[in-house]
């Protein structure tokens, strides 16, 4: 197996932004292909089997769906400087609870009319038409604040992230960086981009240059590829990463299952379970275009169903 890192995404998506900065902070050489930023996404979902949410990680001919499992494998890769300090260990639940809460509550604030004129200039009606209708059917479970409560409610969760760096510490759980800082970052990086909107974080100003400093890690060592020689990559991969299926967990390994989100976005992917742990599903797939794949899902925050033989 190469280690060459190739990540599916596109710039204006905050958790893609969310593993770049991961990727910049761990000093990471990757390749970047730019995806589609709605359906259809035929060249990505050739390596999913059907996931299409923004970013994906791929190594050969493994593909890592989700920044919480995608973060991992980045730390497993380059474990230094971990995202995971020894004396932070509440900071995957603060990320985990930025990666939902406070991103759907910053998402709609941010697309509210003078925000989304910001953030989308100069693209065509008609392309916005189609965004719209597109995220429409893709966030119908997610939960959306009204921006007028996400305003009033950021406020509070910036009061209390103000509250955190008040003893001026530089990162929230010390003088490092951890998880929850790029989950917290992508979040309000994506406010600062509606900027007529981005005034609501002036008065947090710990928040403020806290907010700097992430942003300026920056995204590591980037060349681009095309998203057919991505394919090719999967093509030609010599096998895979060692994958098991753990007894207890409540699935045989060997079986057909299809796995999905169970959040939003719960396009499912079939195949053959080969990887089952506390952590992790893999699903085997074959694709006509990119052969025999290993499709990696986090085992939080998504369902498996056994198929019928
Ligand atoms: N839990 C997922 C959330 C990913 C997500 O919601 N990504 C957004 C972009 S920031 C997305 O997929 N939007 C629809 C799309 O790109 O097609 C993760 O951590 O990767």
Redesign the pocket.
Known sequence: MSDTLILHH?AG????E?TRMVLGYKGLAWQSVT?????P?PDLTALTGGY????VLQIDADIY????L?VRVLERLQPEPTLFPADAPLAPMLAQWA?STL?WTAVPFSLQPAGAAAIFAGVPEEQMKVFGA??AT?SAGAPRVRPVDGGVQLCGYFAQLEAQLSDGRTHLFGDRASIADFSVAHCLWFIRRAAPLAGILEPYAKLSSWLDRVLAIGHGHKTKLDSAQAIDVAASAKGHAEATVKPGLGYQGGVPVSVN?F???TDPVAGTLVGLTEDEIVVERVDERAGLVHVHFPRI?FQIKQEKT
């Not at 995806?35 to 359906?39: E, G, N, R, S």
């Not at 769906?65 to 919480?68: F, I, N, R, S, Y």
């Open positions: 596109y998506s905050p958790f893609a969310k995806i589609p930023t709605v359906m996404k299409r949410k923004t970013p769906c989700d920044t919480a995608i990666d991103f597109d995220r893709f989100a959040d939003y976005g925050g």
